[in-house]
């Protein structure tokens, strides 16, 4: 069995001096032979292997010991690529709408996005996907749709206080705002 680390474009390998370094070629990839050597390598250069994950070049009992590995040591989920079965239901779930903004949009062109995102223990359930578009999926990223949400609130109370802060219509505004404790 030969265990890679990728990140969909570059391999995980080591230099001459035994430092990690990152190479496109899979022939000269380092083979960690186990998924616990590749999980050790992991947690030891956790910046260098943030964004990678395991594959195993032989296709021998990989899906099952990757996502065993993955339980035990809370290591995420790779992307997916949707099947138009799985996009159609979850274009259906939010009747074509993001579920971040209400913006409809056209099925061609909407993003699957993950509530929980993949990097903070998401997985690639459809509970988990929504329909979202461009704009919203750019910006939410991978964090928490309430830090999202948080996030977005005070960017629209900052901006209001710039441009709205010297009227007395913004203060009525601000007291409404904290009565219904939105702010």
């Known amino acids: 069995m030969a265990i890679l680390l990728t990140n969909g474009d570059y391999y995980i390998a080591h230099n001459k001096t035994g430092a990690v370094i990152k190479v496109s070629d899979v022939e000269q990839a380092q083979n960690f032979y186990t998924i616990e050597r590749a999980v050790t390598q992991k947690k030891k250069t956790p910046r260098k292997c943030a964004s990678y994950y395991y594959i195993d070049t032989d296709k021998i009992e990989a899906e099952g010991m ?26 259906q779930k939010t009747d074509g709408h993001c579920y971040l903004c209400g913006e409809f949009v056209e099925f061609d062109f909407f993003e699957i996005e993950h509530r929980i995102p993949i990097s903070k223990g998401g997985t690639n ?10 704009c919203c999926n750019q910006i939410k990223q991978d964090i928490y749709p309430t830090d999202f949400m948080e996030k977005i609130s005070q960017i629209f109370l900052y901006q209001m206080e710039k441009k709205y802060g010297n009227y007395w219509e913004w203060e009525i505004v601000q007291e409404l705002l904290l009565k219904l404790k939105m702010i």
């Open 66 to 91: 990757i996502k065993r590995i993955e339980r035990e040591t809370g290591e995420r989920e790779k992307r997916k690529k949707f099947s138009n079965q799985e996009r159609n239901f979850v274009y």
């Open 125 to 134: 359930d459809l509970s988990n996907l929504f329909c979202s578009c461009h």
